[in-house]
């Protein structure tokens, strides 16, 4: 069975670090590209960042640009994100995400493999 399990969230005052980890099993996801995405309360699924099966090319949403790090180690068959400078703003369920293409997991909803989510609470 093929699952993407989500960790590392919680609560963290605003101008504070956090790191999520996405732990793979079932297959090796290292020819995969990976990426997170989240939703925040009464709000729709959003794009963050991605990264491509090698790890040479990452894409992140504006606002997570410059603030937020996606890195892979493919031997571990995992996938952080490492946020800093956190807002309120960021508040949201976190998931972690696989998918064939890189483009299409940075441009779209679309994904072959979901997580089931981790939540981020920053307070002001």
Known sequence: QVQLVESGG???????????????????????????FRQAPGKGREFVAAISWGGTAVSYRDSAQGRFTISRNNAKNTVDLQMNSLKTEDTAVYYCAADHD?????STQAADYWGQGTQVTVSS
């Open 10 to 36: 919680g609560l963290v005052q605003a101008g504070g670090s956090l790191t999520l980890s996405c732990a793979a099993s079932g297959r090796t996801f290292s020819s995969d590209a990976m990426g997170w």
């Open 102 to 106: 890189f483009n299409r997991l940075r």
